[in-house]
């Protein structure tokens, strides 16, 4: 296949996955943005990790919340947990890599915290002792997964949102990872602070 044709088989496979999406998953990701508007309306913060693309992610969404999405207001309360690397090199030196996040989850979690826990597989060991962490703090979970939700799907509880990603590529998962956080984002602007989003 010359290069063009599997530029535009990209663009086709991303676009008809985000339309799949589209349909499958705008119910949860409403009821993801009212539980983390909920939480930060009751002063409460947002904790967010994954791993590789999705460590990105997760600082992606801490960044558009700290300092602004698409309209000018007050930053709200949102820490990643994958940018600390004395943090992080630490404990998975003295304890294991599967615990970098859920030691973080156990220090700073209080009840009524949010973990936004992202993961393509579900699979991913310290994201899923991530999600255990934040239950014992009595944070809720909002879980961004794909193809068969993995570990975390099945550990979620009464109060959690999961968004699974209708599909098996992490490419395309991640793609519409993206789409979802920006959703998130201006969900919880609209939520909060209502009125038109001005474009940045």
Do not use: W
Not at 1 to 25: C, G, N, T
Not at 56 to 71: K, T
Not at 140 to 162: F, K, N, S
Not at 182 to 196: K, M, S, T, V, W
């Amino acid at each position: 296949m010359r290069a063009q044709e599997r530029i535009r088989a990209h663009f086709a496979e991303s676009i008809e996955v985000k339309q799949r999406s589209m349909l499958a998953l705008a119910e949860p990701v409403a009821a993801a943005v009212a539980v983390l508007s909920d939480c930060l309306r009751h002063d409460g913060k947002i904790l967010s990790c994954g791993n590789g693309g999705s460590a990105g992610d997760a600082q992606h969404f801490s960044a558009e919340l700290l300092n602004r999405f698409e309209m000018e207001r007050p930053g709200l309360a949102a820490v990643a947990l994958t940018t600390d690397s004395s943090t992080l090199t630490s404990i998975a030196n003295d304890y294991s890599y599967e615990q970098v996040f859920a030691k973080q989850v156990s220090a700073l979690a209080q009840p009524g915290d949010c973990l936004l826990a992202i993961s393509t597989s579900g699979h991913s060991a310290n994201v899923v002792a991530a999600v255990k962490a934040a239950h014992e703090a009595q944070a809720h979970v909002v879980a961004l997964t794909g193809r068969d939700g993995g570990a975390i799907a099945h550990l979620l509880e009464d109060g959690d949102v999961e968004i699974r990603v209708p599909d098996e590529r992490t490419a395309r998962i991640q793609e519409v990872h993206l789409v979802v956080i920006h959703c998130l984002c201006d969900g919880i602007d609209q939520a909060l602070f209502g009125g038109r989003a001005a474009a940045t």
